[in-house]
Structure formats: structure tokens, C-alpha cells
């Protein structure tokens, strides 16, 4: 690596905290960083944004890098994402225009503990309730036990698991599905496997973890949702575009659902008047599965662990 100023790139740090998060200070004098708490909502803003800087650091899938946009960032050598996946990355287009791709280390549970909060909330009515409180009410809504009840689970990874265990531990019975899942793994997790239409059809509640593909784009359609029981809650903390939105608004103005919980949606930020925002029976979060100060910590020390590697010519955890 020649002596030239680097100019690095935080993208989408919403709550500005990238820099409180890694000692940064340990990068030479010579590398400038420079924080973007703001999102690009366009690929010519990214353009724009970007034309300037050798180094860009993302955040998971907030800001997709096709090949177009590779091809019109010649300044662009070193791309780093948080985690070790990134489905809106093009490796083989980032090859191609000479750019090293690298991640990072995930604690992999702060995700399952959000979906397990959001199981919470809805089986209990606590947003209900708290918002019920603050009006002077008093016991407004009649919550549900857990105990006993069915759990069915969409992905049996590590986030998958981690809820099996909770469920579990919590006494219910604990099912899953996913296309490739094996009856050895299952037991290993006391997890019965059974259909996806037996999930559906006999699940209380249903958390998606699921890996986002074309094999699971839209798989909780209509016809998905018309299989649940009326009094079942859904809960998505994977990917937006694993439910189809539109078949999701029409099941809970109808009542077909008793509830749903949401962490990620088919476009992020969410609009601000998208109809999801005004649904009944619902607990919303915005995509923060994996926004808790442990995890961003391990983020952007490895982003720092990266640059300084790749610096000296030894770039590490690459991707392509």
C-alpha cells in the first residue's frame, strides 16, 4: 500500500456512534474518516457521496453494491461489512473492479433476544398496557401464557436455535420447518420436525429465521397466512421480503391473525406513511436485531482490524 491519504467512508450510522464504538485513533495520521449518519436513499446519492473514498464501511444490508455502482467508484479499493454474509453485495463484481471485500465477527444472538422480545410484547399486550397506564387506565387487555403453547420456528440456525432454547425453557412445545432441516438437528435442539403446513396450521406463534433467497422470497403469502389459527402471532426478525407485505396488511385488517411482530421490512428505512405503521395488533422495531452496544462494538473494532490489515497488505476475513 503506497504512503497516499486513505479516505474512509461510515455509511448509515444512525445513531452516530460509529466513532464511540472503535478506537479509531490507532489508524495512521494519514487515513481520514468520515461519518454519514444520514441514509443514501438512492444509488446516484451513494455516487455522489462516494466518489472520493478508497474505503467504505457498511452496515449488513443497508446500502446494496451492485456492479454498476462498483464500476463507477474507481477510487473504491476496500469494502467492509458487518457480518461475514452480505446478500446485497456483488463479490464477483467487486473482484472484477479490484476491490477487497471483508467482514466481521457476529455475537449471533442479539437478534433471537429481540424476537423473543417482540414474542413478549405481543403475548402479554405490553405496549398495550404501557401505552393504556400512561392514560390513566388500568387493565385494559387479557394477556396470553406461554406455557403450553405451540412454537413454531421457520430456520433452525443459530438464531432458530437460540429461540428454541428459550421456548423451551419457558415450557412450550417447539416445533420447526425449513427445506433442508434434518431430524438429527432438531433433536439435538428438543425441537419436533414437522411440515410447513403443519407449522403453520398448528403453531400459536411462528418466528421467521430463516436465510433470505428466492427459495423463501414471499413464502409467507396469503395462502400461508390463511393456514395460521386466528389467534396465532407471526413474528419476522430475519428479512421483510420473506412475508409478502401486501398479503400481511390484507390478513390483519381482516382479523385473520391475532397479532404480528416486525423487525425488518420489504423497504428500509419504512416509509413514513406505509400502511404497516397503522396496523392493529402490532409491535413494530426498526430492523434493530442487531443494533445492542456488544455487537457494534465487535462491528466496528474489526472494521478498524480491517483497514490496518489491509494497509499493511494483509487484508483479512475476505469475502471474495
Known amino acids: 500500500m503506497n504512503d497516499n491519504n486513505i479516505r474512509v467512508a461510515i455509511l448509515d450510522d444512525y445513531q452516530q456512534v460509529a466513532m464511540e464504538m ?43 453494491f451492485g456492479r454498476d455502482l462498483f464500476e463507477r467508484l474507481p477510487n473504491l479499493k476496500l469494502l467492509i461489512t458487518s457480518g461475514m454474509v452480505n446478500a446485497s453485495i456483488d463479490l464477483q463484481a467487486a473482484s472484477d473492479c479490484g476491490v477487497t471485500v471483508c467482514g466481521t465477527s457476529s455475537p449471533g444472538h442479539a437478534a433471537s433476544e429481540l424476537a423473543w422480545g417482540l414474542l413478549m410484547a405481543l403475548s402479554r399486550q405490553i405496549v398495550c398496557e404501557d401505552q393504556s397506564i400512561r392514560k390513566g387506565l388500568w387493565q385494559t387487555t387479557m394477556g396470553r401464557d406461554l406455557r403450553g403453547q405451540t412454537l413454531g420456528i421457520l430456520g433452525l440456525g443459530r438464531h432458530g436455535s437460540n429461540l428454541a432454547r428459550y421456548g423451551n ?27 410447513k403446513d403443519s407449522l403453520l396450521s398448528e403453531s400459536d406463534i411462528i418466528s421467521i429465521h430463516l436465510k433470505m433467497g428466492k427459495r ?12 395460521m389459527k386466528p389467534t396465532a402471532y407471526l413474528i419476522n426478525t430475519s ?3 420473506i412475508i409478502n407485505e401486501a398479503d400481511l396488511i390484507n390478513a390483519m385488517q381482516q382479523g385473520q391473525i391475532a397479532g404480528v411482530g416486525l423487525d425488518v421490512y420489504d423497504q428500509e428505512p419504512l416509509p413514513v ?9 402490532s409491535v413494530l422495531t426498526s430492523h434493530v436485531g442487531y443494533v445492542t452496544e456488544q455487537t457494534y462494538r465487535i462491528f466496528y ?19 471474495n
Open 273 to 281: 406513511d406505509h400502511p404497516l405503521r397503522s396496523l392493529p395488533d
Open 22 to 64: 472503535a478506537d479509531w485513533s490507532v489508524l495512521p495520521d494519514r487515513v481520514e474518516v468520515v461519518v454519514f449518519p444520514r441514509y443514501l436513499s438512492t444509488q446516484q446519492a451513494v455516487l455522489e457521496a462516494l466518489q472520493s473514498f478508497d474505503v467504505v464501511c457498511i452496515m449488513r444490508e443497508r446500502t446494496a
Open 169 to 195: 425453557a419457558f415450557g412450550m412445545r417447539v416445533i420447526a420447518w425449513s427445506e433442508n432441516l434434518s431430524e438429527e438437528k432438531c433433536r439435538e435442539q428438543n425441537v419436533t420436525l414437522v411440515t
Open 239 to 241: 428479512r421483510g421480503p
Open 216 to 227: 423463501y422470497r414471499g413464502l409467507i403469502d396469503g395462502g400461508a397466512l390463511a393456514m
Open 301 to 319: 473494532s474489526e472494521m478498524v482490524d480491517a483497514i490496518r490489515a489491509w494497509l499493511a497488505g494483509e487484508p483479512v476475513k475476505v469475502l
